[in-house]
């Protein structure tokens, strides 16, 4: 295609995707800033926003009071990642050998859920898990417990919630990933010697560790700043970053710390978001790189 | 996107007419039959927008909500939307029925000479529990440091009540603005926790009447609603004295329709209204007209009527300025701990 | 002779395509084996059913005498080098060629060692620490030959290895394969539908065609025996003509009249009565192409025909020529050729009947024209 042709359909391109730049400028970056901005503000004791400027609030994110909530955050969504990716890999790679038909099928299965409200779906949780619960209920009817343990307000409870709305989108890049692999390489796998567990270990999962990636980046970002699972399901000793967030803005009325706290979790968010993409383009570079230099 | 935006102002532009009045309010906080009476007599409409915190509801209308003519909020956050210049004064002359107001109540408000605000109902944060699964218990705060009810506890997600609770049991003042106690406040509440299954603020209605929970702290009005269906519900009122918190009436600045406000304040405090307005959402109506025409029933309900020495111990949480500090540190340790 | 590998009335379906049906094959230890036959006609099923990614639905396979039907691949003593190599993308030339010694638990001194002389072996020492994406064709094929055989398995099954690269590459590898074979010594089964590669590779052939086998034996019997029109057609050009047996002689072959040429002589003995509707095939260098005299003209085999067209290529020339209604390829070596033939030239076709296969026509195979069943100038001997 010559450059001079190539103009106004690059024109035409930018036209198209201003409406979707123009979305994501006044519904996502504005309100980023804003939250950055407001990081470097004093509260004032009506909870609103004094005049000036300062760095309190980001001295005050190293106050030792923010490390077990810190680390309990990274452990929960980090757990959450592993354990919708340990799920998730047998599930694609079942979806992807599936026949056709059946495929569409189990992909609308996992869609399902999505046409029910994320709130509702975790409240029908919370009824299955409560003490006159439909779980409950099923462990009294086995007699392997004197009384029925707690299911709810632990962090158990938050992980498993959390794993449930998480999965689908550790499965559908998975999917995406397992469907483009070239399954004769598990064949040759098995040819060589290895068995099933052992080609699935260490071929398809190096094959589809791109979608991998994405899987891993999707659930552990979502999960970082998860608010309602623990807010609904926790117990006291569930309590995430989110709802840290959620106690300064509201109840401290301390906007410009809420701020800062949100400000530094959308920095972490942020930076892994570079860090993946970076890998992801060095590996893709890569990869052009090495057909040019064949083709030369 | 723009489709949405038109659909949005249609909406917005429909629902804010002039024969409108909106209401800001908690849920299930005003007797439904008296609106409809309203809206008969007033040829009006009126549209209810609720909240669940004076804290979301400060929030809001902070962040620049507008339109609301009424708004129900608790006598805390009034003084400081009073400080922010966010009410209009009321006009007596339009109030013929402020003269049912208990007088008694009027005195440990701060705006006691109602300027800004009229009190609404008066209520506390008490303790609901299950009659069938809690024996020999104590009405005393100290029922949180049983470790025989197996984590199946709440206490509030609220830190001035929770703190407050902790420090009634101590015997100090739930205003204070002392270190000590409040450190003392923070250890006990610290010990509470180790038995409590959640900090909650909407689950325990449900979930003390379903059985999920043994032992619930709430809101009285709201616990009465409870026991009203579910008999195995019963309320303790804490001898340390409890927290007490009015809601007032309040017309906040730019109200479209100041007028009907003061209409609908004015139908609220009238005798037979609040009576049966009472006896609808389970929280007391500090109205005398009221009060008479009310069946003693209703009265002797222990959400509803605290005995006298401990309402003598109660008290009204204020707002403490710069000094809230000192809470959201306590809280944060407590969450903490 | 008990084959090394065999199979005994394998059959392996999908859904309604019967893949493989009802074979029955040995193969000797030791031996270059080939597939043979069109795309479809379950070649690379036949070899999934030896490597064990297929449970065939009837039938058995063995080796060396061990019932290995039911065996899943990673036990079978069986490598395969696959159609598309399938060389795993994230692991280098050396860790490709280490991944069945790294399975097996060898100890990293041993991989190490053997990985080399694999490296050595398929000459590609300097490119260990590529990647697949950067390798050629014929590089990828030596590495996806070098992973197999490192492995030392008792049969090397190789699926079209040849098929993704260009002549030159394919002669050359050609020559590898059977240098690796020699110094391998292992059973090879080698799947292709270039009749030239298995041609020049193999020990014996089987010819497939959907889902059984045409004919199997060595190369030099497929070519001049074929025992079928699909078989005569598929290995080699052929030149079909289609007639009736005039005369049987017993001691020399027998003589068909084919219409439009003439009579044909075979020196092929054959059981058939006269009177049947037979095929002669002739391959293109068994056509002779003579100044045409008036002295030879009348002798059996012989016709005068006219020159069509000459495609030269290269050591041979290929001509096409056409007498009445019907049209014959010949091949033969430039000098062969009548002095001054140009497009259009008059030429005498000369056949040579020591090379002219008779097959009855009965075996389902269309025949181009339908002459033989309203012929009415058959000739009975007397
Ligand atoms: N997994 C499968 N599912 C359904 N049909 C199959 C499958 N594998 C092979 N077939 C069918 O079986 C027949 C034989 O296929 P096979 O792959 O063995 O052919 P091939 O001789 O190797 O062909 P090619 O030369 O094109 O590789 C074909 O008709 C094919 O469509
Ligand atoms: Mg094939």
């Known amino acids: 295609m010559s450059a001079a042709k190539n103009i106004p359909s690059r024109r035409a391109e930018w036209l198209l995707t201003l409406p979707s730049l123009g979305w994501l400028a006044v519904f996502f970056v504005a309100p980023a800033l804003i939250v950055f901005l407001l990081a470097f503000k004093t509260a004032d004791a009506t909870g609103g926003v004094s005049a000036g400027w300062t760095l309190d609030n980001l001295r005050a994110l190293a106050d030792p009071q923010y490390r077990p909530i810190l680390w309990r955050t990274f452990w929960i969504s980090g757990t959450t990642t592993l354990i919708c990716l340990v799920i998730a890999l047998p599930v694609s790679f079942a979806m992807a050998r599936a026949a056709p038909r059946w495929r569409n099928f189990l992909l609308l299965l996992i869609i399902i859920p999505f046409w029910t409200n994320f709130l509702i779906r975790v409240f029908a949780w919370k009824t299955l898990l409560q003490s006159d619960g439909l779980v409950s209920q099923l462990l009294d009817a086995t007699r392997l417990f004197d009384e029925s343990p707690t299911l709810l307000y632990n962090s158990g409870a938050v992980l498993l919630i959390m794993v449930y709305t998480q999965l689908p989108f550790a499965i559908l890049p998975l999917y995406a990933a397992a469907e483009r692999f070239d399954f004769t390489l598990m064949d040759a796998a098995r040819d060589l010697g290895a068995s099933g567990f052992r080609a699935f270990r260490s071929v398809f999962i190096p094959g589809i560790s791109r979608g991998l990636g994405a899987a891993a980046l999707i659930v552990f970002v979502a999960t970082i700043g998860m608010y309602v699972v623990p807010d609904i399901v926790g117990g006291t000793d569930s309590e995430m970053i989110g709802n840290k967030i959620a106690q300064r803005a509201q109840g401290d009325r301390n906007l410009p710390l809420a701020s800062a706290l949100a400000a530094a979790l959308l920095f972490c968010v942020l930076l892994l978001l570079i860090l993946c993409s970076s890998a992801f383009r060095r590996s893709e570079k890569l990869d052009n790189a090495l057909k040019g230099e064949l083709q030369a | 996107m723009k489709q949405l935006l038109v659909l949005l102002t249609l909406f917005t532009t429909g629902a804010f007419a002039a024969d409108t009045l909106h209401v800001f309010t908690w849920a299930d906080y005003i007797n439904p039959d008296l609106v409809k009476q309203f809206e008969k007599k007033h040829q009006c409409k009126v549209a209810i927008d609720t909240f669940d915190s004076n804290e979301a509801m400060y929030a809001r209308l902070k962040a620049g909500a507008s339109g609301y003519d009424l708004i129900f909020p608790s006598s805390y956050i009034i003084t400081l939307m009073v400080q922010q210049d966010m009410l209009q004064p009321l006009d007596h002359a339009q109030l013929s029925n402020l003269k049912n107001v208990e007088f008694e109540v009027l005195g440990k408000l701060a705006d006691s000479a109602m300027k800004h605000s009229v009190p609404y109902t008066f209520g506390y944060a008490v303790i ?9 218990i104590e009405p005393s705060w100290k029922t949180f440091a049983r470790t025989d009810l197996k984590k199946r506890v709440t206490l509030l997600n609220d830190m001035r009540e929770t703190i407050g609770a902790a420090l009634k049991s101590l015997g100090y003042s739930l205003n204070t603005r002392d270190d000590k106690q409040l450190a003392a406040a923070r250890d006990v509440l610290i010990a509470w926790k180790k038995n409590i ?7 325990y209605k449900a979930g003390v009447d379903s059985g999920e929970f043994n032992l619930v702290h709430g809101y009285s009005g709201d616990l009465w609603q409870v026991m009203q269906t579910n008999k195995k519900v019963g309320v303790i009122i804490p001898n340390e004295g409890v927290s007490a918190s009015c809601d007032e009436m309040v017309i906040p600045k730019g109200a479209p329709n100041p007028a009907l406000a003061h ?9 037979k209204a609040s009576a049966e307005n009472m006896q609808n959402i389970g929280y007391l109506c500090p109205n005398s007209a009221g009060l008479k025409l009310v069946e003693k029933e209703f009265l002797n309900n222990p959400a509803v009527t605290i005995p006298a020495d401990v309402k003598a111990k109660s008290e009204v949480i204020q707002d403490l300025g ?9 809280w944060d340790e407590v969450k903490a701990g | 002779m008990p084959g090394f590998l065999s199979f005994e009335n394998v059959t392996k379906s999908f859904g309604a395509v019967r893949a493989v049906d009802d074979v029955s094959l040995d193969i000797a230890r030791g031996e270059v084996f080939s597939l043979l036959g069109p795309s479809g006609c379950g070649k690379t099923t036949l070899l999934r059913l030896a490597a064990g990614f297929e449970m065939p639905d009837s039938g058995r396979i063995l080796l060396d005498g061990h019932d290995i039907t039911h065996l899943p691949p990673e036990t079978r003593p069986v490598n395969t080098v696959f159609q598309n190599y399938a060389l795993f993308p994230h692991l280098s030339v050396a860790d490709n060629i280490a991944f069945g010694l790294r399975v097996a638990g060898r100890n990293k001194k041993d991989i190490a060692r053997e990985v080399d002389a694999m490296l050595d072996l398929v000459r590609l020492r300097s490119e260990a620490q590529r990647k697949p994406a950067q390798l050629s064709g014929g590089q990828k094929q030596r590495v996806a030959i070098a992973r197999a055989l490192v ?28 240098a690796i074979h020699e110094a391998a010594g292992i059973t090879f089964i080698y799947v292709t539908h270039d009749q030239t590669e298995a041609m020049g590779l193999s020990d014996r052939i089987a010819v497939m065609n959907a889902g059984h086998i045409e004919q199997l034996g060595p190369p030099a019997e497929i070519y001049d025996r074929p025992r079928s029109h699909f078989v005569a057609g598929f290995i080699g050009d052929a030149n079909f003509l289609q007639g009736t047996i005039s005369a049987i002689s017993s001691r020399s072959g027998c003589e068909i009249d084919v219409p439009d040429f003439g009579k044909v002589f075979s020196a092929e003995q054959m059981n058939l009565p006269v009177g049947t509707c037979v095929e002669a095939i002739i391959r293109p260098e068994a056509i002779q192409l003579l100044q045409p005299s008036p002295d030879v003209s009348t002798s059996t085999n012989t016709c005068d025909a006219v020159i069509d067209d000459i495609i030269p290529l290269g050591t041979l020339t290929r001509c096409i020529v056409r007498m009445n209604g019907i049209s014959l390829t010949a091949e033969l070596p430039r000098k062969m050729l009548p002095a001054g033939v140009a ?28 002459h033989c069943l309203d012929d009415d100038k058959s000739v009975v001997i007397p």
Not at chain 2, 322 to 330: E, S
Not at chain 3, 153 to 168: S, Y
């Open chain 2, 197 to 203: 299954a959640k900090f909650d603020n909407e689950g």
């Open chain 3, 343 to 370: 497009k259009g030239s008059r030429v005498l076709v000369r056949l040579d009947s020591a090379s002219v296969l008779i097959m009855p026509r009965n075996d389902g195979t269309p025949a181009a024209g339908n």
């Open chain 3, 151 to 178: 492995n030392k398995p008792q049969v090397l099954l190789l699926d079209e290895p040849l098929a993704a690269l260009d002549l030159k590459l394919r002669q050359h590898m050609l020559a590898e394969l059977r």
């Open chain 2, 263 to 271: 209409q609908l304040i004015n139908f609220l405090l009238d005798g």
């Open chain 2, 128 to 136: 609901a529990y299950r009659k069938d699964k809690v024996k020999d």
């Open chain 2, 322 to 330: 710069d000094d809230l500090k000192k809470y959201t540190k306590v």
